[in-house]
């Protein structure tokens, strides 16, 4: 049984939040007005750690009204699954192998700076904010500049520490509650400067503080939450998928912190129970986010974007983290909500390249040419268009704890492969085998396909560059 837990939940009463909404203001009645946009993202949220997508133990009400009411999009990934690229590649809408960002790496260099979304926004005209976790480093520290409106609660804390002191309460405060505090502190001067807005807000939840043993460190006022429920081990949680990993996979760090997390059932058990808390706690924050919108009267024109960074693995081949090529790693929640459009359900292959793209035109402004992803408003339409049916997938940071990767998502099939590996593949028919525990690369009768995805991923390779 699902639990009901006493946040804002207004997809069951039909409201936008937990206050009385305000008449539809002017601006959302000028024809042709520039919407606002808030751009919401979560951090190792995998694309099924919320309701709207199936799980029936987890309470976002919240979030899953929002999706409901916009347009969901069921097959969205990343291109990279780790943090710092993948947010790289959400502002600049380009390939982790054209910004050349991750960790270990230089700084983000000033030539996808200057065509970034926030950067084109502020220029057109648009007052900019950002709330909560930034994640990456701007060569010249151009990010000090960016935006009108900054607040990085939890950013100067080491691996995401959860609760910090508010100087101004004298009390200690989870980030996640400071983050929408901020935000809607942001809207409220937003809206009074008269200028069409851009709000990128950015969760630290439900990533792991590695250095608390809970790991999952939760709002305390949610531990209640989910104590009765036994949440499903996955099937790829047995020794045989692990024992089929190459060496490189099994010695990991993913293998290191699934010891940490998930390698006994009661731990398991407290771990998920712990992650699932912490997306709850962000979903009531999106809430509080959509009821300040309407007290201020602007909710008719903004559009509303939520996506997680990466996806995560909760044990799946008794792996944690994400940075693989694997569906669990790749995949990401994703949806639209324009409160000018129908609801919709798409199921064409997204990226959070085409993050920056969307809210560009959104805003009436031309996508640079640097950028690689695509504007998502003609399926937000509803128009049946030629769209893209394989993407590349690829983790380029260089350590000895993380093997790179790199291949080929298609709309039936995943080919991996590992730079530093050459002559190994793993090749999976997703809609055989949509858990990809059978590795075609091994069967000598898919040799030409094998040669095949090779020869694509070098081609998607190079129009990555």
Known sequence: ?????????????????????????????????????????????????????????????????????????????????????????????????????????????????????????????????????????????????????????????????????????????????????????FIRKAVASGKPFNLSVSFHAP??????????????????????????????AQDKYFDALPEWVKGSISKKRWYWRFDTEEKYQTMVKGYYRMITGLDREVGKIRAELEKQGVADNTVIMFMGDNGYFLGERQLAGKWLLYEDSLRVPFFVYDPRKPQAEVDKLVLNIDVAPTILQYAGLPVPELMQGKALQPLLAGKNIDWREQFLGEHLMRTDWIPTTEGVRTLDKKFIRYPQHPGYAELYDLKEDPLETNNLATDPAYKAEVARMNALTDQLINEAK
């Open 207 to 236: 990533h792991a503080d590695d250095h608390d043993p809970n790991q999952y460190v939760y709002p305390r006022d949610l531990a209640p939450l989910y104590q009765d429920v036994e949440i499903p081990v996955s099937p790829l």
């Open 1 to 185: 049984m699902k639990l009901i837990y006493p946040l804002c939940l207004a997809a069951l009463v039909g409201l936008m939040g937990c206050s009385e909404p305000a008449e539809s203001n002017a601006q959302a009645k000028k024809a042709g007005a520039q919407p606002n946009i808030v751009f919401i993202l979560t951090d190792d949220q995998r694309w099924d750690a919320v309701g709207y997508a199936g799980n029936d133990i987890i309470q976002t009400p919240n979030i899953d009204a929002l999706a409901e009411q916009g347009t969901r999009f069921s097959n969205a990934f990343v291109t990279t699954s780790i943090c710092a690229a993948s947010r790289a590649s959400i502002m600049t809408g380009t390939y982790e192998r054209r910004h050349g960002f991750t960790f270990n790496e230089p700084p983000l260099r000033t030539k996808f700076i200057e065509n970034s979304y926030p950067k084109l926004l502020k220029d057109a005209g648009y007052t900019v904010g950002f709330v909560g976790k930034f994640g990456m480093q701007f060569e010249g520290d151009a990010d000090k500049t960016l935006f009108d409106y900054d607040a990085r609660p939890g950013e100067k804390a080491v691996a995401g520490r959860y609760y910090e002191l508010n100087l101004d309460t004298h009390k200690h405060e989870h980030t996640t509650e400071r983050i929408g505090n901020h935000s809607v502190e």
